[in-house]
């Protein structure tokens, strides 16, 4: 028997990729698995390590790019009620790994809980923005966390205080771990006060980032003391076009898709772009996007 037949309600086989992802771009998945609760995600960990199996996890999207070929190996989505719940109890919140962190900012933020207003703007769950340490010029997540709940690939969980999760510039300590929950350490405060931020940054992200096209958000990280999309600007590399990928004309850090896109087309650019950079400013850019592709893996680590 199959291992995947003992998960037959929570794994689907040959599943694509591109429209689960902004960019709507790349292969499909050999397993999709879907775990109704942690119990089930610990099963399915086990079996897939037993298989020698990669696993990578799907949140909202919005920060990755599936090459062509796809993914030959487990991709877990946490889109169930045992991973999209909250639980409130004052300004200390419990979230799920899958939540939708722009709703659940909104919400937070407009019933006067201040600490999330600087994820406006900002696509992803609640895992994911842990993982990264989702944020911008006006905050990230990590300084709300208090504590977080992940699985180790050999099914343990382990809970980690703040201080262990070693939070930087779009980082933790998170690798090789899969993000279950996390508490959040947040403010009262006075509604309209923060509702009032929270919209002011809503309204300035839409209206400097092209955030209705096929993309995945800022692509670079910032070099220190530099802002990656004004570097690129600098370099002349607006509107400069790879196949069916192009830097956009509004926001030099993002790259948007068209219709008849491949995901070798952004990723051909992506090197473009990092080749006149260094070229013209001798810095390298380092992508701020997960990138799920063999090929460039391998050249990563050449």
């Known amino acids: 028997m199959n291992w995947w037949s003992e998960f037959a309600n929570s794994i689907e086989l040959d599943v694509s990729l591109g429209p689960k992802t902004w960019f ?14 942690v119990s089930e995600l610990q099963a399915m960990v ?7 199996l990669p696993i990578r996890v799907l949140g909202a999207g919005a920060n990755v790019l599936v090459g062509d070929r796809g993914f030959q190996g487990v991709v877990v989505v946490l889109n169930q009620p045992a991973f999209t719940s909250v639980e409130w109890d004052g300004a200390s919140v419990w979230a799920g790994a899958g939540v939708e962190l722009m ?3 909104r919400k937070c933020s407009y019933e006067g809980l201040s600490g999330l207003e600087c994820m406006a703007g900002i696509p992803a769950t609640v895992g994911g923005a842990v993982c990264m340490n989702a944020g911008g010029r006006f905050g990230d997540f990590g300084r709300v966390v208090r504590e977080v709940d992940a699985m180790r690939l050999d099914g343990d969980v382990v809970r980690r205080s703040a201080p262990e999760m070693a939070f930087g510039y779009r980082k933790s300590s998170i690798k ?9 350490c947040l403010e009262k405060c006075e509604p309209s006060k923060s509702r009032a931020e929270f919209d002011r940054i809503f309204s300035y992200k839409t209206a400097s980032q092209p955030m209705a096209d096929k993309s995945a958000g800022c692509i670079f990280k910032n070099p220190e003391g530099e802002s990656a999309g004004a570097l690129i600007d600098r370099a002349g590399l607006k509107g400069v076009r790879r196949g069916g990928a192009s830097v956009s004309e509004r926001h030099a850090n993002f790259i948007v898709a068209d219709a008849n896109a491949r995901a070798a087309d952004v990723i051909q650019l992506i090197g473009h772009v990092q080749d006149c950079v260094r070229q013209k400013f001798g810095t390298d850019l380092e992508t701020e996007i997960d990138i799920w592709d063999e090929e460039q ?3 990563k680590s050449s």
Do not use: N
Not at 24 to 37: I, K, S
Not at 46 to 52: F, I, L, P, S, Y
């Open 24 to 37: 709507r771009l790349g292969g499909r998945a050999r397993f999709l698995c879907q775990p109704r609760d």
């Open 46 to 52: 086990v079996r897939a390590r037993d298989e020698q």
């Open 103 to 105: 709703p659940f900012s």
């Open 176 to 184: 090789d771990e899969i993000v279950i929950g996390v508490r959040l």
């Open 297 to 299: 893996s391998k050249r």
